[in-house]
């Protein structure tokens, strides 16, 4: 596994994390400066070009150096607030904002996850409760629409995370031919999790940050896109998301404020 620099690298990065105390606290892109990231030893990259070796990277890169041990310490909880744009496919656009909350599982399936919703002349909310989804206006449960519900599982399973808890999730990588897109490298990285769904990762060969993944669900062709990273509480999150259908955009996301590790009550994932 690509994170077996050697052993007293290895002691180093357990005792400053073990250091380290983690407050939540409210990030966005002015109040917190970017930072540089780490970059892996060329040689060593080219050395172990392998799945699991460019996730593992990735991982590293994404948590500052402090790998999943840190990334698990710090989301324990998520709050994140924002504004989401949708074009129907009668080019109707909505104009929406929202907030998302997030209890984190021991594996992204066990997650627990409410989007709130709030349009010009509409608000409900979206709940995953680790088990199933269903939607909420005021206090009335419902079942949402087959299509409102397979997009929103698809935010859930299809995202980034489903790459940087592969290990968690049980999930099987392979490594795909690289790709050169608009002068871009990337090492291209197929996750499949134990449902069966299929999501391809472009992760850039220079900074080990995912830019792009695919996937495709009933017949058509989805693409996102990633962009304006900046650190979260020493975590790199894209402030910026954009959603392709065939050739189409149909989702544009970007966050205001994200926040970990501030307390998140369970109530807001039942039906009661």
């Known amino acids: 596994m690509f994170l077996r620099f050697n ?20 990030t966005t892109p002015q109040k917190e400066a970017a930072k540089p990231t780490p970059t892996p030893d060329k040689n ?10 460019i996730v593992e990277t990735a991982l590293f890169v994404y948590t500052n150096g402090g ?10 909880t998520t709050i994140e ?20 909350y997030v209890l984190r599982g021991d594996k992204l399936s066990k997650d627990k996850i409410r989007l709130d919703q709030t349009y010009p002349n509409a608000k409900y909310s979206l709940v995953y409760d680790g088990e199933k989804v269903f939607g909420i206006v005021n206090t009335t449960v419902f079942v949402p629409r087959e299509d409102t519900a397979k997009a ?44 069966g769904r299929k999501t391809r990762f472009y992760i850039s060969q220079k900074s080990y940050r995912i830019m792009m993944l695919t996937y495709e669900a009933a ?22 998301t954009v959603l392709w259908a065939t ?20 109530g807001l994932f039942s039906t009661n």
């Open 219 to 240: 017949g058509v062709k989805y693409r996102r896109k990633f962009y304006d990273y900046n650190l979260a509480q020493g975590t790199l999150v894209p402030y910026r």
């Open 247 to 266: 050739d189409k955009i149909v989702e544009e996301t970007e966050v205001g404020t994200v926040s970990y590790g501030q307390k998140v009550d369970e």
């Open 81 to 100: 607030r924002g504004r989401t744009t949708y074009t129907a496919a009668d080019g109707k656009v909505d104009e929406v904002t929202y907030q998302r």
């Open 44 to 53: 060593t990259a080219t050395r172990l070009v392998t799945a699991e070796g």
């Open 152 to 195: 929103f599982e698809s935010n859930v399973f299809r995202g980034m995370e489903a790459l940087l808890r592969y290990k968690e999730d049980e999930s099987k990588l392979e490594l795909a031919e690289r790709e050169k897109i608009m002068g871009v490298e990337y090492y291209v990285v197929e996750v499949t999790d134990t449902a």
């Open 67 to 76: 790998g999943r041990a840190m990334l698990n310490q710090i989301r324990k």
């Open 7 to 26: 052993r007293s690298t290895v002691t180093i990065v357990l005792l400053l994390c073990g250091a380290l105390s983690v407050f939540a606290q409210e």
